[in-house]
C-alpha cells in the first residue's frame, strides 16, 4: 500500500524516528488502522541495526547497580560506522536499559565569545550573542567556573532578544558553592531564530576564574536553508563514565 511504502521509504533514507498520531474515532475515516498496519508491516520487515551502524565492538565495560547488572558495549567501529551503544546480558542479548546512537551526523564546533557586561540594575551577567540564524540540531553551550563569595546565592540563565525582553520558558536558577567548581548551560530550540543572547546573571561578588562558549551544530539536511544533504559521522565513539553520576 502507499502506507507501507512511504515508511520504508524514510526508514531507506535515514529517518530514525516518526511522530504517529492517533485520531480520534469523529475523524479517523480508517487512517488509525492503515497506520497501525504500516507500522507493523516496517517492523516485522526492517526493525535491524542500520549497517552503517553496527560491525565490531570497540570498548565494553562493566555496570553494576545493586542487583541490576549488565555489560555496555560500543558496536560499530572503524571507518563507515556511526557506533550503536547498547546494553548486554551475559549471554549477549541485548538488557534493554541503554540502545542509542549517540552521533548519527558529523558535529561542527565554533568557538563563540562569552563576556561580562553590566546590566541596567547595576549587576553582572556573562553574556553570549548576538546568536544568528541559530536552528534545530544546534546547542550553544556556556560554562563558568567560579565560586560564590556568600551561601544561598544563585546563578540565573535566560535568554533575550537584540530588540528587547526576555524569551519565557528559558528562565532557571542554579544555586552556587563556595568552592571553585563548573556551571554548565546548554541552549537549544526546535525552530529557527535569530539575533538571541544567551545571558546568566551573576550574584554580588561572583568570581569568575574561567569562561567559555562554543556553537555545535549537526550537519543535517536542512532544506529551508537551502541545504539538501547533511554529512554522517563516520569512525564509531568511544565512552566512559561518570563516577559522580553513578
Do not use: C
Not at 488502522?33 to 520487515?45: C, E, F, K, R, S
Not at 561580562?116 to 536552528?135: K, N, Q
Amino acid at each position: 500500500s502507499d502506507a507501507n511504502e512511504q515508511l520504508v521509504y524514510v526508514w531507506k533514507n535515514g529517518v530514525s524516528a516518526i511522530h504517529a498520531m492517533k485520531w480520534p474515532a469523529s475523524h479517523d475515516r480508517g487512517f488509525n488502522q492503515t497506520m497501525t498496519g504500516a507500522i507493523q508491516h516496517l517492523l516485522d520487515h526492517y526493525d535491524r541495526p542500520r549497517s552503517t551502524v553496527t560491525g565490531g565492538v570497540g570498548q565494553v565495560k562493566a555496570f553494576t547497580d545493586g542487583e541490576r547488572r549488565f555489560n555496555l558495549a560500543a558496536i560499530g567501529t572503524g571507518e563507515g560506522k556511526r557506533g550503536l551503544l547498547k546494553s548486554l546480558r551475559a549471554d549477549g542479548t541485548w538488557e534493554g536499559s541503554v540502545y542509542a546512537v549517540p552521533f548519527r551526523t558529523v558535529v561542527t564546533i565554533k568557538s563563540l565569545n562569552a563576556r561580562t557586561v553590566r546590566r541596567p540594575d547595576g549587576g553582572s551577567a556573562v553574556e553570549v550573542g548576538p546568536l544568528r540564524r541559530i536552528d534545530g540540531g544546534e546547542q550553544i553551550v556556556l560554562v563558568i567556573n567560579g565560586r560564590s563569595v556568600a551561601e544561598d546565592q544563585v546563578l540565573r540563565f535566560n535568554v533575550r532578544h537584540a530588540s528587547g525582553g526576555f524569551l519565557p520558558g528559558y528562565d532557571a536558577v542554579v544555586k552556587t558553592r563556595l568552592e571553585s567548581r563548573e556551571y554548565r548551560f546548554v541552549l537549544r530550540t526546535q525552530l529557527p531564530a535569530d539575533e538571541l543572547f544567551l545571558s546568566v546573571s551573576l550574584p554580588e561578588g561572583f568570581r569568575i576564574d574561567s569562561m567559555q562558549a562554543r556553537r555545535e551544530t549537526e550537519a543535517m539536511a536542512r532544506p529551508h536553508l537551502d541545504q539538501h544533504t547533511g554529512q554522517p559521522h563516520q569512525g564509531g565513539f568511544t565512552f566512559d563514565w561518570l563516577p559522580s553520576l553513578l
